[in-house]
């Protein structure tokens, strides 16, 4: 088997490439390093090999997938931000929903039987439950969202009409790392958002605390990217089995949350992450709500655990900690 990661070398994929990679799998990523870092790929295993370029590009798409005998793919190439999705839609839905078309006509050309989706929670939009399960109506209530739910819909039409095996995977926030030099470097998540501000001594922003929650704040399902990556090494073995199985041909599809189904509110999260750094003050302000941010959503992962065998081993106090040593790996002096 070789897969083909897409995005592999962002913060989630290069989590995943090193995982599948562990997992005994050969691995070839694709990524045209607009937020991703060559460089990851250096903490994966082995020779993971890069192929620079868009999903948009065909041409580069049909190279990829037959030099290199690709036999299944992990989409993971989005792009991801809730704000910038609000003010730049039509970007979201070429590179999220047109540039996953653009795959899925290569993927079916070159007969590949096998399709991991890194979808998102945000399908699910503002859900007015505790735990949000499988069977939870989707209604998305920013750009980015819907182009996720497009994305399921695709992936999940072109498996029954080529009968290529099919998993979409709606993970939860993701945070931590598996080893310094793979944590986010980015500023737009929240644990990396916390830590800027107090680099920078200023307080932590929460936007908005006129929720509907306890503390008022938003109350989010947060999962450690080790765990992340293991859930799309349990969905490429779950894939692989369909489409050599009894099912083979039949264009199974499995939809399955990824998350621990506990709630944390951003308050909360602020708190933790003041301890853990030891920076206390300044205290967290808070600023008006953004546009597209639901109240509460947390995962129901039960149907992970009973078809993928795959249950989160990582808290949230280890999503922060790990996630503030590759902090100072590029902060020399915070310690």
Known sequence: MTWLITGGAGYIGAHVARAMVEAGERVVVLDDVSAGIPARLERVPGQSPLVVGSVLDRALLDRTLTDHEITGVVHLAARKQVGESMEQPLRYYRENVHGLTVLLEAVAAAGV???VFSSSAAVYGSPDV????EDTPCAPVNPYGETKLAGEWLVRSSGRATGMATASLRYFNVAGAAEPELADTGVFNII??????LTRDEAPMIFGADYPTPDGTCVRDYIHV???AEAHVAAARRVTADAS???AGSGTGLTANIGTGTGVSVREMADLVAEITGKRE???RVAPRRAGDPARVVASAELAAKELGWTARFGVR????SAWVGWCLRHPGLR
Request: net charge neutral.
């Open 130 to 133: 505790d735990l949000v399960t």
């Open 318 to 321: 280890d999503m922060v900690t």
């Open 245 to 247: 199985g009894a099912r």
């Open 226 to 228: 080790r765990d992340l």
């Open 113 to 115: 039987r096998r399709f």
């Open 282 to 284: 300044p205290a967290a």
């Open 192 to 197: 990396p958002m916390f830590f800027d501000a």
